[in-house]
């Protein structure tokens, strides 16, 4: 497993800084997703990573080697280490195992026919050997790519947007090969702005904005515990409340709009703002009995089918919530637009940020 250490890095395009004192450790063996918005810097990033630019400030670190001691015969051997899948496929003329065989060669390799048809049974291409490479759909074509990198068998993956508007067959293929080559125990590096995928796959997260690490931990405590506003409007599904801090009846509640949203701080004043994630909002017919101190009526405003989960848009007052519930909970209340319904959750699954 190749362990991987950025520090400090930096890097522009003219006058313009696309990456700004960029720190972050790679976990070995996990999938590393790199999410954020569009011009985040992501695919500068991956591209430093992936030894094809170098940085104008600071250094990465590989197994503990410092890249800028590195001469040239060894920057190319640590180059070939790495396998990089750009968001746009870079195909040659030829067929499917053509396109296979030439990445191979240019590192001195010839694969077997079973090799070469073991990463094509991977990625969703099984038997497609002879066909055409420049025929193939737009989701084929990603797909084979990732094929081409799996045939070197580097030690350090780098995706760059794998499945960005690729058909659900494509993203299901490319997402099982990812999670594959973390259970295998090499090194991924995933650059996204799905927040669906990198919930999904994702061991650990760096949340980049305007070209500066803003967070990077386990998942779930960056999805779960923002540490800014653009990482919660990124990730919360719409559930961010902005308001004031007040203290009544030696409680601490966010006052927004028509809510008073009771939650745990210290602070008893100033603007805030509380972040409630999906999965954590209990819906029901009625009132709860139980220690959740927010309970709100409200009406289901729209219902949208995720698979294993629905997600319910939920009027409270003009405040709108989105929670996650089974399709059987679903059907048992009976919710569908236009019905009411109880939203509650407790205090402790606010998060919330000061703005001032």
Same mark, same amino acid.
């Given at each position: 497993?190749?362990? $991987?250490?950025?520090?400090?890095?930096?890097?522009? *395009? +003219?006058?313009?800084?696309? &990456?700004?004192?960029? @720190? !972050?450790?790679?976990?070995?063996?996990? $999938?590393?997703?790199?999410?954020?918005?569009?011009? *985040? +810097?992501?695919?500068?990033? &991956?591209?430093?990573? @992936? !030894?094809?630019?170098?940085?104008?400030?600071?250094?990465?670190?590989?197994?503990?080697?410092?890249? +800028?001691?590195?001469?040239?015969?060894?920057?190319?051997?640590l180059r070939r280490r790495c396998g990089f899948v750009f968001q746009a496929p870079l195909l040659l003329a030829g067929s499917v195992e053509d396109n296979l065989r030439f990445g191979a060669r240019l590192r001195g390799l010839r694969p077997a026919a079973a090799a070469i048809g073991g990463v094509l049974e991977r990625t969703g291409l099984a038997g497609r050997e002879r066909q055409d490479a420049r025929l193939l759909s737009g989701g084929e074509k990603q797909r084979l790519q990732l094929a081409r990198v799996l045939l070197l068998d580097p030690e350090l993956y780098l995706l760059d947007e794998p499945t960005a508007n690729l058909d659900p067959l494509s993203v299901k293929s490319i997402e099982t090969a990812i999670a594959a080559l973390a259970r295998a125990g090499r090194t991924v590096v995933l650059a996204t702005h799905n927040l669906t995928q990198a919930r999904l796959l994702s061991g650990r997260i760096a949340f980049l904005q305007d070209g500066r690490l803003v967070q990077s931990g386990p998942a779930a405590e960056v999805l779960g515990h923002p540490l800014s506003l653009d990482i919660a409007e990124f990730s919360a599904a719409g559930n961010i409340l902005e308001g004031r801090l007040a203290r009544r009846d030696g409680s601490t509640f966010l006052d927004s709009g028509p809510l008073a949203v009771e939650v745990l701080s210290e602070r008893g004043a100033g603007r805030a703002a509380a972040v409630v994630r999906p999965e954590d909002i209990l819906l029901s017919a009625g009132p709860l009995s139980s220690s959740a101190r927010n309970s709100f009526r409200g009406t289901v405003a729209a219902v949208a089918d995720l698979g294993a989960l629905l997600a319910l848009t939920v009027d409270c007052s003009g405040v709108m919530f989105t929670a996650f519930v089974t399709p059987a909970s679903c059907a048992q209340l009976g919710l569908q637009p236009g019905r009411e319904t109880t939203l509650t959750f407790k205090a402790t699954s606010v998060h919330l940020l000061p703005l001032d």
């Amino acid at each position: 497993m190749m362990e $991987v250490r950025a520090e400090g890095l930096g890097r522009c *395009a +003219g006058r313009r800084r696309i &990456l700004a004192g960029v @720190g !972050l450790a790679l976990a070995p063996g996990a $999938v590393n997703v790199v999410l954020g918005p569009n011009g *985040a +810097g992501k695919t500068t990033l &991956l591209r430093l990573l @992936g !030894l094809l630019d170098r940085p104008d400030e600071g250094d990465i670190l590989y197994d503990g080697q410092r890249l +800028g001691a590195l001469d040239r015969r060894e920057r190319t051997r640590l180059r070939r280490r790495c396998g990089f899948v750009f968001q746009a496929p870079l195909l040659l003329a030829g067929s499917v195992e053509d396109n296979l065989r030439f990445g191979a060669r240019l590192r001195g390799l010839r694969p077997a026919a079973a090799a070469i048809g073991g990463v094509l049974e991977r990625t969703g291409l099984a038997g497609r050997e002879r066909q055409d490479a420049r025929l193939l759909s737009g989701g084929e074509k990603q797909r084979l790519q990732l094929a081409r990198v799996l045939l070197l068998d580097p030690e350090l993956y780098l995706l760059d947007e794998p499945t960005a508007n690729l058909d659900p067959l494509s993203v299901k293929s490319i997402e099982t090969a990812i999670a594959a080559l973390a259970r295998a125990g090499r090194t991924v590096v995933l650059a996204t702005h799905n927040l669906t995928q990198a919930r999904l796959l994702s061991g650990r997260i760096a949340f980049l904005q305007d070209g500066r690490l803003v967070q990077s931990g386990p998942a779930a405590e960056v999805l779960g515990h923002p540490l800014s506003l653009d990482i919660a409007e990124f990730s919360a599904a719409g559930n961010i409340l902005e308001g004031r801090l007040a203290r009544r009846d030696g409680s601490t509640f966010l006052d927004s709009g028509p809510l008073a949203v009771e939650v745990l701080s210290e602070r008893g004043a100033g603007r805030a703002a509380a972040v409630v994630r999906p999965e954590d909002i209990l819906l029901s017919a009625g009132p709860l009995s139980s220690s959740a101190r927010n309970s709100f009526r409200g009406t289901v405003a729209a219902v949208a089918d995720l698979g294993a989960l629905l997600a319910l848009t939920v009027d409270c007052s003009g405040v709108m919530f989105t929670a996650f519930v089974t399709p059987a909970s679903c059907a048992q209340l009976g919710l569908q637009p236009g019905r009411e319904t109880t939203l509650t959750f407790k205090a402790t699954s606010v998060h919330l940020l000061p703005l001032d």
